[in-house]
């Protein structure tokens, strides 16, 4: 038997507790090359911990289909871990608060397709899902010496699926 979680829009409010939303909503912050570009300024609190540096890799993610299965998630309790699609594809983002070292009750967003997020240190979340095509994305996380990954698996699933 799985656990029913249902899919909300992403946005900033909502996912203030687990990390930033990333997009360019509103005016940029100032206009920058000429008055040509818009400079959407210092979008996410980006964490390191002590030991570690800002590294920035890339990522092809396989996509997933409706409803998804979530049997595991996972979180990175000695930095940040920012995602940013270079595709304009939607994908899934899970998350939950900790309970004594696993995760409390997930929840479930899904991008607009234009938008990055970034987890804020130690936040349970899902593996990167994209939803309907291949998804390429810069990730900006910790790179250090010590580990920095820890996983829980759910002894009963969770069956993510869009709302009616």
């Known amino acids: ?9 992403l946005n900033a409010a909502a996912f203030a507790p687990f990390g930033d939303v990333l997009d360019v909503q509103g005016a940029p912050d100032k206009l920058i090359n000429q008055g040509l570009c818009g400079r959407f300024h210092d979008r996410a609190t980006l964490d390191f911990g002590v030991g570690g540096r800002a590294g920035i890799s ?3 993610a396989q996509p997933r289909a409706l409803p998804y299965r979530l049997e595991m998630m996972e979180r990175h309790p000695d930095g940040s871990q920012a995602f940013i699609p270079m595709h304009c594809e939607a994908f899934l983002v899970i998350v939950a608060q900790d309970n004594d070292g696993r995760p409390a009750t997930p929840l479930a967003f899904v991008t607009n397709g234009a938008q990055g ?9 899902g593996v990167l899902t994209p939803l309907s095509h291949p998804g390429r994305f810069a990730v900006i ?8 990954l820890q996983e829980y698996w759910f002894d009963t699933p969770w069956q993510v699926q869009a709302a009616d």
């Not at 038997?1 to 829009?9: A, D, G, N, W």
């Not at 996380?141 to 920095?148: K, L, M, S, V």
Request: avoid cysteine; aromatic fraction near 14%; charged fraction near 20%.
């Open 1 to 9: 038997m799985m656990q029913s979680l249902f899919i909300r829009p």
């Open 117 to 125: 997020i970034n987890f804020h240190r130690n936040i349970w979340h």
């Open 58 to 60: 890339l990522f092809d």
């Open 141 to 148: 996380d910790r790179i250090g010496d010590t580990p920095n």
